[in-house]
């Protein structure tokens, strides 16, 4: 397993490619650290997209019923990308100025050939 860092200059742009490829993905999504320890938000639904903006980063999530769920991270630290030895995208983290982790782990990891080569 490996993670590869993602400068904030590209945020917006491998959160888009990353959303257009795995729109209807079933992911979890869990948040370490802080007040609340570990606890997981939501486990196996489909993602329905991470967006990026100036003020914070925002995972949506499509829950049972049809209705939605978004995940909001104000002020981001660091973005990452976690891959397998064999190159297949394993979860994204989103690190606040706190240090708390948000952890978005796809459910059947996928080839994300998607990623701009600034990945690090």
Known sequence: MRTRHVPSAKWRSTLDDLSRSFSGA??????VGGEVGA????????????????SG?????EKAGGL??????????????????????????????GGVQNLVRFLSPARPELFDRAVE
């Open 26 to 31: 079933l992911i979890s999504l869990e948040v």
């Open 68 to 97: 939605h769920l978004n995940h909001r991270i104000a002020h981001p630290h660091k973005v990452r990308i976690v891959e397998s030895t064999e190159g297949s995208l394993i979860a994204v983290e989103i690190e606040d100025g």
């Open 57 to 61: 980063v925002t995972v949506l999530i």
């Open 39 to 54: 606890e997981e938000e939501v486990c196996n639904q489909p993602l329905r997209g991470i967006t990026s903006d100036r």
